[in-house]
């Protein structure tokens, strides 16, 4: 199959915070060309003339309900519909699908139609999750609705909206500071700005068409993640913990981590398997993104990347060749609702680093549910 994998780029957002002005714009640039977009919309909301015009025959729009549930299966049929158009040559080219979700959606089931599906994740590839953020209402949106917090924190990019609005500079600050809080490791654009393009907001999955290579740092966000560390001084990335002062209006954030899993040396399939069945068997529900790279006792020099979404894992791929000098495994999770230390104390008793309370690989072997946290 030439042309496959498709890039496919989830947009996400809550009810009115830009997505289909920022895809209005994005679709003139010439570097979307052969972009195939998938909107439901609710009720009678007419799609925007430009988008139609723009992409006339590459829109395509589901019927009224939220993808999450009701629209699922047709999402499905659509992409598969893409699929054997371009098999039969009936449509000519396709570079990339966006799914524009509809603003009250989780977008976690939008993925795990894609990742689950044994034909589409073949010919699908998620590059990424993309997020709009109301600069003058995504405080208060945030506060309100845990649905635009997990948007929010499962995003590769968040692109703040509607920053020409904003009269109070600090309020934007602080939300600036609060979604970095939220997700560390997306990049965070204005889409005021000149670079809100094409560029950085598409091809944010690990294989970088512009160099052709497999770029780990970028995908795992452990750039973003470094500058956020370098400006705010934190250098843990447990959220919640040092906004007690904010926890009644900020109420959801605190229920969001994100844990970064290092360990330096190899580590055993069977390690890995166990560690990934356990938390997807306990904790599934809990994780909204993993990623990770993993250096494997058993072919050190081809690691091992692993992506998730809830309890779905990406069928794992072998990389041919680590990218840069940098070994080991480093796995990064977002969790919501996550007990407390769990995920590193587990991860601690699969990579043999048990700590006093914490049961060793062999006794949880012998007994899957001897980590306490349940
Ligand atoms: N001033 C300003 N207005 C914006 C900006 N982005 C979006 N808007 C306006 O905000 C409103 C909502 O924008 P949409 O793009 O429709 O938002 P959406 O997220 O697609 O909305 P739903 O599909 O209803 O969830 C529209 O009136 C837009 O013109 C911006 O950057 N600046």
Sequence with gaps: MTGFPISVSVLTGFLGSGKTTLLNRLLRDPALTDTAVIINEFGDVAIDHLLVEQASDGVIQLSDGCLCCTVRGELVDTLADLVDRLQTGRLKRLARVVIETTGLADPAPVLQAIMAHPVLVQAFRLDGVIATVDAVNGDATLDAHVEAVKQAAMADRIVITKTDLVEDQGGLDALRQRLRGLNPGAPLIDAADHE????????????????KSADVRRWLGEEAAHDHEAHEHDGHHHHGDGHDHHDHAHRHDARVRSDTLVHDGPVPFSAIEMFLDLLRSTHGEHLLRMKGIIELAEDRSRPL??????????????????????????????????????????????????????????????????????
Aim: aromatic share 6%; hydrophobic share 40%; net charge positive.
């Design 196 to 211: 809100a393009g094409a560029a950085a907001l598409f091809d944010c999955g690990l294989y970088n068409p512009a160099t």
């Design 305 to 374: 990347v692993i992506h998730g979404v809830q309890k779905t894992l990406h069928p794992p791929m072998r990389l041919p060749a680590w990218p840069d000098e940098r070994r080991g495994t480093r796995l990064v999770l977002i969790t919501l609702d996550m007990p407390q230390d769990y995920v590193q104390r587990l991860f601690a008793a699969f990579t043999n680093k048990p700590s006093v309370d914490t049961p060793d690989r062999a006794a949880l072997e012998a007994n899957p549910l001897a980590i306490p946290g349940r």
